[in-house]
């Protein structure tokens, strides 16, 4: 599991803990990292690093990251299989970024649409790390050589400028790193705000009725469904031009079901939205159910949480260090194996 043990393809994904996990992570990002866990080999990351970019309450960014890591083996992440960390106790992370922003281009990122969106929403904190997200997000995945990038459609962009700036890294100083390909669900990939379904259910999202959260309790996922945004006409049909609302709803259900949308079409035929939604929020309840029961169960259990991340964190350096070496060297830094102040793990 630690480095390129075996011949197994290597995955890398994360989520940002500033803020509780949604429906639209789930289906877009981790309920695939809990499938490619079956056969590859993975490494799941607490992105704390990247929350910085929005201002955090630091008692928050704790208790949310820990609460994420419950989350995580909740949905059926195995911490015997998969590498699960924060991303902050591994300082090779920080340390890689730095000598990737040095290859990455100003203009490059200027055009990264997250930037542009979050930086119009956030017009009082434009931070530096705001703007080189894309580059920190380049150095998790590079950093263990991997293969795919389980994430959703709006992830899609920073797996692009990662490859690129691996390309170009790779191109002054031969094979360095494999180039990553992103791994988008069919179904799931984009789930829409139930209150605005023209942009994407977001933690950050201003408002709460547009998404549904993990931990979620019952009655309010029902509440949310009921007040979901629909579309003139009753049929339940899918066109995301003509009917954006209704459409969404069918692909969190065929996301959450396991149903076509022809299934979906034939199983609400000449009934009306009412009973759609009714069955739609059942069956989100009955998804989330068991994971949000576990999670709150491996919340009460610190203990074992603590332990988690300390191995995660330990398996995930010793694959990191070994890239971070590689690049040192190729760019010409001296060696710090010599050198006392470096922890033992680098040497
Ligand atoms: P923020 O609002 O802070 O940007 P977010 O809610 O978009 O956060 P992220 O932490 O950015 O969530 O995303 C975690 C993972 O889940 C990413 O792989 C992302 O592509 C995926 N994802 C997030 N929201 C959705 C969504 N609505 N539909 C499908 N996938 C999603
Ligand atoms: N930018 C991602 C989070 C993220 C990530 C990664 C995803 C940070 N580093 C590495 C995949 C691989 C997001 O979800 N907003």
Not at 172 to 193: H, N, Q, W
Request: with cysteine; proline share 5%; aromatic share 8%.
């Amino acid at each position: 599991m630690d480095g390129k043990a075996t011949d197994k393809k290597i995955i890398f994904s994360g989520i940002q803990p500033s803020g509780a996990l949604t429906l639209g992570s789930y289906l877009g990002a981790i309920k695939n990292w809990v499938t490619l866990s079956e056969t590859y080999d993975c490494r799941y990351c607490i992105v704390d690093m990247h929350a910085l970019t929005s201002r955090q309450n630091p008692a928050e960014l704790r208790r949310r990251a820990i609460d994420q890591l419950a989350q995580y083996i909740a949905c059926g992440l195995d911490p015997e299989k998969s590498i699960i960390f924060i991303q902050s106790h591994v300082p090779a992370h920080a340390e890689l970024a730095w000598v990737l922003n040095c290859y990455t281009m100003f203009g490059e990122l200027s055009r990264m649409t997250q930037f542009k969106d979050k930086s119009a929403k956030n017009t009082d904190n434009i931070n530096a790390g705001l703007f080189t997200y894309p580059v920190l997000m380049a150095a998790d995945i590079l950093l263990y050589q991997t293969d795919l990038v389980p994430v959703g459609e709006d992830q899609k962009q920073h797996v692009e400028i990662c490859r690129d700036i691996a390309g170009r890294f790779n191109g002054i100083y031969g094979d360095v790193f494999r180039l990553p390909e992103p791994f988008i669900p069919k179904v799931g990939a984009r789930i829409m705000s139930l209150t605005s379904p023209e942009s994407k259910m977001s933690k950050s999202d201003e408002d709460p009725g547009g998404c549904i959260y993990v931990m979620q309790k019952p009655d309010e996922i029902m509440r949310a469904f009921k007040r979901a945004v629909t579309d003139s006409g009753g049929a339940v049909r899918f066109d995301p031009v003509q009917k954006p609302g209704v459409s969404n709803l069918m692909q969190i259900y065929s996301a959450a079901a396991g149903l076509s949308f022809e299934q979906i079409e034939s199983e609400f035929e000449g009934r009306g939205y009412g009973d759609f939604k009714l069955r739609l929020g059942e069956a989100v309840v009955e998804l989330l159910r068991p994971i949000r029961e576990e999670a709150e169960r491996l919340a009460a259990d610190r203990a074992h949480l603590e332990s988690v991340y300390r191995q995660g964190a330990e398996k995930a350096s010793r694959a990191a260090e070994k890239t971070l070496r590689k690049v040192y060297r190729k760019i010409g830094f001296i060696e710090k194996k010599d050198v006392p102040s470096c922890p033992s793990i680098r040497n």
